[in-house]
C-alpha cells in the first residue's frame, strides 16, 4: 500500500484566485492521478502525472486551469487556477502501488467564494 | 468507453442485516474491479479488488464481492453489517495504461444508511 497525505486539507477562497494542493507519497511511485469530486458527486478523473513528462488531461479539462507539476517520484501539486464557485470540489490524489491497486489521499476540501 | 453503473442512490439497512451493494459495468475486456469506501470527510479506502481466478473475493472488513460475466456485475455483500460502515460505496472499473498503473472509471456511488 501507500500512505499519502495532501496539504492543505481543506480551504475557503475567493473567485479569481488560485490554489496550489500538494500531494505527497510516502514511497516512489511512476504515476500519481489528480481527481475531482463534486458535491454529492462521484469521482472524475482530471490529469494523470507522470514524473519527468507532462500531464495528460482528460476530456473537459485543461492545463491553463489546472496546472501539474511533478518534480519527483514522491510528490505532485494541482493549482486550480482563476477560481469560480463551480470549482468547489474536494481534490483528491492517488497513486498506483502494489498490483494495479489505486490508493488515495484524504482529499482537499475547496470552496470558492 | 467503460462505464459503471451503481443503481441504488441511497440505501437503509437494520444493523446486524445483510448487505448487497449493485455495481453493473461496461467494458470490452476483461476488466479489473475495485470496490471502495468513503467515510465522512475521508479518502478514498480500498475495500477489495478482482484481476482474475476465483470471481469471489474476499476483503476488508469482512467485505466480500462476486465477479459475474455474463450479467457484468460484481456486487458487493457483507454478511452482517455494522453501524461503522455507514459511507458511501464506489465501483470502479480500471483497464491498464501503457507504461504501468490503471485508469479507474468510478460509478455514482452508494450511500448507506445503517439503522440501529
Redesign the interface.
Known amino acids: 500500500s501507500a500512505v499519502?497525505s495532501q496539504k492543505p486539507s481543506r480551504d475557503i477562497c475567493q473567485r479569481g484566485t488560485s490554489l496550489t494542493i500538494q500531494c505527497q507519497v510516502d514511497s516512489q511511485v511512476?504515476?500519481m492521478?489528480w481527481y475531482r469530486q463534486q458535491p454529492g458527486?462521484?469521482?472524475?478523473?482530471i490529469a494523470?502525472a507522470?514524473q519527468g513528462s507532462e500531464a495528460t488531461y482528460e476530456s473537459g479539462f485543461v492545463i491553463d486551469k489546472f496546472p501539474i507539476s511533478r518534480p519527483n517520484l514522491t510528490f505532485s501539486t494541482l493549482t486550480v487556477s482563476n477560481m469560480s464557485p463551480e470549482d468547489s470540489s474536494i481534490y483528491?490524489c492517488?497513486v498506483?502501488a502494489g498490483?494495479?491497486?489505486?490508493?488515495?489521499?484524504?482529499?482537499t476540501r475547496l470552496t470558492v467564494t | 468507453a467503460q462505464s459503471v453503473t451503481q443503481p441504488d442512490i441511497h440505501i437503509t439497512v437494520s444493523e446486524g442485516a445483510s448487505l448487497e451493494l449493485r455495481c453493473n459495468y461496461s467494458y470490452g475486456a476483461t476488466p479489473y474491479l475495485f470496490w471502495y469506501v468513503q467515510s465522512p470527510g475521508q479518502g478514498l479506502q480500498l475495500l477489495l479488488k478482482y484481476f482474475s481466478g476465483d470471481t469471489l473475493v474476499q476483503g476488508i472488513k469482512g467485505f466480500e464481492a462476486e465477479f459475474k460475466r455474463s450479467q457484468s456485475s460484481f456486487n458487493l455483500r457483507k454478511p452482517s453489517v455494522h453501524w461503522s460502515d455507514a459511507a458511501e460505496y464506489f465501483c470502479a472499473v480500471g483497464f491498464i495504461l501503457t507504461g504501468g498503473g490503471n485508469k479507474l472509471t468510478f460509478g455514482t456511488g452508494t450511500q448507506l444508511k445503517v439503522e440501529l
Do not use: D, H, K, R
Request: glycine share 8%; hydrophobic share 40%.
Open positions: 499519502i511512476t504515476m492521478f458527486q462521484s469521482l472524475t478523473l494523470t507522470n483528491l492517488s498506483v498490483a494495479y491497486e489505486q490508493y488515495f489521499g484524504p482529499g
